[in-house]
């Protein structure tokens, strides 16, 4: 991990199961204040997993799950958001009968002590889209129009750190590029990201920091321009 970056969250020898099958196996991973972390793979890796594990959704078989040096191993989702850890989930999961404005009224949370503050009015800024749809319910939504609103509810919880889970998949590039700039807009603001992504482009570019996963551990970890010279790693744990 950089140095440089006062650690905040800290995942240690995280080991996780579904039923009888070992997912993950000894994950270490740290996320600095105000870092973009991508952690990159192929399918299967573990990488969705070790984001459900650390929000709670998971339970860890062992190992340990810190949020600025407080232990919160097992805790419970609420917890976890409370603490100041947000999650944008790859399957979205707005709530369909709501409209957009009132999606976005149930994120909201006071913050915890050294986060931004978000308002909607930011959200709208984000993404214009979201605002001229804000009394449409949210199942009517088209799917870039539900990432983009999943990404706001999540912000307006006011986190310190935030968990995305695949945020471009199935989306057109003009979408991309805007939640693109959400996240390099969210670094700027001091938010620590952890973005799980399988577009290496994107990765590249949004983070400061890249962690590849391969047999559900962290097999590498380092700067973006590191990894894209690495051939021999990119062909041993990111080619198709």
């Not at 994950?27 to 600095?32: A, F, S, T």
């Not at 539900?146 to 919880?157: D, E, K, Y």
């Amino acid at each position: 991990m950089n140095t440089a970056a006062t650690t905040l969250l800290n995942v240690e020898n995280l080991h996780a199961h579904y039923g009888k099958s070992h997912v993950l196996h000894g994950v270490d991973l740290q996320v600095g204040q105000n870092e973009v972390v991508s952690l990159v793979g192929r399918n299967g890796a573990g990488r969705s997993t070790t984001m459900k594990t650390i929000m709670g959704l998971v339970a860890p078989t062992s190992g340990r799950i810190c949020l600025q040096g407080r232990d919160l191993t097992g805790a419970r989702p609420y917890t976890m958001c409370r603490a100041g850890i947000a999650y944008v989930p790859e399957e979205r999961e707005v709530f369909a009968n709501l409209t957009v404005d009132e999606n976005l009224r149930m994120g909201e949370q006071p913050a915890v002590p050294g986060a931004h503050r978000w308002t909607v009015e930011q959200m709208f800024d984000y993404f214009p889209r979201l605002k001229e749809r804000r009394n449409t319910k949210a199942g009517s939504l088209s799917g870039g129009e539900q990432q983009m609103l999943t990404i706001c509810r999540s912000l307006l919880g006011n986190p310190l750190v935030i968990l995305i889970d695949e945020p471009t998949e199935g989306l057109a590039p003009r979408i991309v590029a805007q939640v693109g700039e959400c996240i390099q807009d969210m670094h700027r603001k001091g938010v620590s990201v952890l973005l799980v992504e399988q577009k290496l482009t994107i990765a590249l570019k949004v983070s400061t920091r890249v962690c590849v996963m391969g047999h559900g551990r962290i097999v590498f970890e380092g700067g973006p321009q590191e990894l894209s010279a690495n051939d021999e790693l990119l062909s041993q744990w990111l080619a198709v």
